[in-house]
């Protein structure tokens, strides 16, 4: 444990963040975003931490997590979790989150013009707590054959998370915050966190909020989604919530995700997918990746980068209808990666020149 | 913000020379560079011109400088120098020339600089020009990377460390006063903030580098609060960095056991005086002020100059200075600015030449002069040149 907050790591103008290249379809995509950022001249640093999520220790996840606390901010991609390893092996991505305390989960659902989808004009921020609720890994068996998962909702990370909503809602300018629970059922639990959010709400006037229990929620979610605005909820219900919501924009390989502490940053993919299946077979989506690499910009207030490569990416993906499979299209990773490398050059301020 | 401008500047140049010429701007390069005009090479695109603050300086530093434009011409680097002249010797102290130096280098962010001489005598400000930009620009690491040349064999051989030194606060403090006739004060300051900023520094500078250990040098055991402070912050942050080794060493076994087995150290890092020392004993082991290249780094802006800060003032118009230490200076400023192909090139060069041993300058046991020099290192360019 660290006895003081270190300084950030930005030396001459450059930026260091700790990149954890992951399984699955991580390493080729966190590559593409590498190839983008020295293209355009960004001076951000990577420094690689790699987490080999078959080895039972946990040396290689303290290690990144020491990195993380070192540099202040993440880029990364999913790490596996083995469902046959024992109980007390914690999953590598929660043990990150619950150290670091990263206890909101961002994600910004928006439609895109150019990909095809059964619901147009949809625009929704969700905010999932990301350290407690279903999530806390601990289970016993008292009696065989019976299992007791516990579920912790608490008062402090209720108010912290409902703070953060009503604030980051306050400052995009949105109008409604929608709490998601289910307090009919776990009244004790769920109602702590309704009435947690409640009283936060009476701090925010301009604000309206309502509630909508998890089950009526995912039902519009899929009949009318436009009705949402900024939604608030804990872990499990968020993990579903911003799963179906990715799915209606268009799928996992377009919607970047943030996970917010008080000290530090991670950005990744907003589904959390390992992608195993199309490992190494470019055509993964670089899509949300390269989204989270935006938004990792605009947290270290490097603005007018963070402006030309989502334009880029989004130009990409509206003007030029280069896709990739996931979304209905022919082309290939490296297509599109090349593809927005071109137009940054058109547009962007300053690039390498390849020989 | 300087970014802005200049793409705004480039995109209204563009926009007034394809209306005047109507062609497509990617097959007519802009040119911005202040020098002759070129002839259109495709590979260039000189709409990425990178912007550097360039200082002379005093005593060989001009020369030095013509070196680097010589070298960098040949090579076609996509680099502009803004020149600003500024000495503080022979009554030419100007605070305004000073303030157009601060605003040119927050502009471009990158800065190459022969060293400001500073006049011996009183004359009412205790702070230099060198130290009055350290202090406004923040430049608070100094970093000397001492490796052996190839092909110039000293006592010792392929040697390989770094130095990191705390350039902003220390015995450098400007604060001195005479409370009683005939007794002087000098403070010495020590922060903690600051010694916390150096050493997290010394350490990611050491993780980026994949180096295994850092070694802080001080003098504790006499000036126990001062440089145990610093001391101590070096510790705090060392529980960071488990995979790198740290060790501490007081300044005089430090100077000793340099000059008898180097090898034994990788990083050090230390406060303002002792780093100042070793900086120059280190340049010294691998063959002197001329050949060593340094960096100094604040949040923002990182600012390339020589190791040993020397004007070598005997060598003016003599043409005889080793221009070795500016060039490969500026093959690690091209490296920051992310145009790695030319930093290649322009340090292969030198390095080049320096192997081969022909054309040597007078401090490396040669004769040959500085334009000699910096000839060979163009001849040696691996680049097609259209001159």
């Not at chain 1, 001076?43 to 020491?66: K, L």
């Not at chain 1, 703070?163 to 409604?176: H, Q």
């Not at chain 2, 004007?311 to 920051?336: D, E, K, Y």
Request: with cysteine.
């Amino acid at each position: 444990h660290c006895v003081f907050q270190p300084p950030p790591a930005k030396y001459g103008g450059q930026h260091t963040v700790t990149l954890i290249p992951g399984d699955g379809i991580g390493p080729e995509l966190l590559n593409h975003v590498r190839e983008v950022f020295r293209f355009s001249c960004v001076p951000v640093d990577f420094e690689v931490v790699n987490v080999n999520s078959s080895r039972a220790d946990e040396d290689d996840i303290n290690n990144a997590i020491t990195a993380i606390r070192r540099n202040g901010v993440a880029l990364k991609g999913n790490i596996e979790t083995n469902h046959t390893m024992p109980p007390s092996f914690k999953s590598r991505n929660n043990l990150m989150r619950t150290s670091l305390d990263l206890y909101a989960n961002m994600m910004h659902c928006q439609s895109l013009p150019g990909v095809q989808t059964r619901h147009k004009n949809i625009d929704i921020i969700i905010i999932r707590e990301n350290t407690e609720g279903e999530y806390s890994s601990l289970e016993h068996e008292s009696v065989s054959g019976v299992v007791e998962s516990l579920k912790i909702i608490t008062r402090l990370n209720s108010l912290r998370i409902a703070d953060y909503a009503f604030r980051l809602a306050r400052e995009k300018g949105r109008r409604r915050v929608t709490a998601v629970h289910k307090a009919n059922i776990m009244k004790l639990g769920d109602g702590l966190f309704l009435q947690c959010c409640r009283e936060v709400a009476s701090g925010y006037p301009d604000i309206t909020f309502d509630s909508m229990i998890v089950d009526n929620t995912t039902m519009q979610l899929v009949c009318k989604p436009q009705q949402f605005d900024v939604m608030v909820m804990p872990n499990l219900y968020g993990n579903v919530v911003s799963n179906v919501c990715a799915g209606l924009v268009g799928g996992p390989g377009l919607v970047p995700g943030a996970n917010y502490g008080r000290d530090y940053a991670m950005f990744e993919t907003a589904t959390r997918n390992t992608g195993k299946s199309i490992a190494n077979k470019n055509i993964a989506n670089p899509t949300a990746m390269l989204l989270a690499s935006c938004l990792l910009l605009d947290h270290l207030k490097l603005h007018e980068y963070a402006t030309t490569i989502r334009n880029a990416i989004l130009t990409t993906m509206n003007e030029t209808r280069l896709h990739t499979p996931d979304i209905g299209g022919q082309g290939t990773t490296s297509e599109v990666v090349q593809s927005i490398m071109n137009i940054i050059q058109k547009t962007g301020p300053r690039t390498v020149a390849y020989y | 913000m300087a970014v802005a401008s200049l793409r705004r500047s480039v995109l209204s140049l563009n926009r007034t020379l394809r209306g005047s010429w109507c062609q497509a701007p990617d097959l007519r390069p802009v040119c911005v560079s202040a020098c002759q005009r070129t002839p259109e090479r495709s590979s260039v695109h000189a709409r990425n011109t990178f912007k550097v603050t360039m200082v002379p300086g005093d005593g060989v530093g001009p020369e030095l400088m013509r070196a680097v434009r010589e070298v960098f011409k040949a090579a076609d680097v996509p680099v502009e120098f803004e020149e600003i002249h500024i000495s503080e010797v022979h009554n030419m102290a100007s605070e305004e020339k000073l303030d157009q130096l601060f605003t040119s280098v927050r502009n471009n962010g990158v800065a190459i600089k022969g060293k400001i001489n500073n006049p011996m005598a009183y004359k009412g400000d205790l702070a230099s020009y060198e130290m009055k930009l350290r202090r406004k620009l923040d430049l608070f690491a100094n970093v000397v990377h001492v490796t052996s040349l190839p092909g110039y064999s000293t006592r010792h051989n392929s040697l390989d460390l770094v130095i990191i030194r705390e350039q902003t606060e220390g015995e450098y403090s400007s604060l001195e006063h005479e409370s009683v006739k005939g007794v002087i004060e000098s403070l010495k300051i020590i922060t903690r903030e600051k010694s916390h900023r150096i050493a997290k520094f010394a350490f990611d500078y050491a993780t980026k580098k994949g180096r295994s250990k850092v070694t802080a040098v001080h003098k504790a055991n006499i000036m126990k609060l001062g440089d145990g402070l610093f001391l101590q912050s070096c510790a705090e942050v060392a529980k960071l960095y488990p995979k790198i080794k740290f060790e501490n060493i007081i300044i005089d076994n430090c100077c000793m056991q340099l000059v008898r087995n180097p090898y034994q150290f990788d990083v050090l890092v230390m406060p303002n005086l002792y780093g100042n020392i070793i900086d120059n004993l280190a340049a010294g082991l691998v063959g002197g002020a001329g050949v060593v290249p340094g960096e100094s780094y604040s949040d923002e802006y990182a600012v390339f100059e020589t190791g040993a800060r020397h004007p070598f003032a005997q060598a003016v118009g003599r043409n005889i200075a080793n221009p070795t230490a500016m060039l490969l200076s500026a093959a690690n400023m091209l490296r920051h600015l992310n145009l790695d192909y030319h930093s290649n090139m322009v340090s292969e060069a030198v390095k080049r030449v320096i192997k081969q041993g022909k054309v040597r300058t007078k401090d490396l046991g040669g004769y040959c002069t500085t334009e000699d020099f910096v000839r060979a290192v163009v001849n040696n360019l691996g680049h097609q040149s259209v001159y």
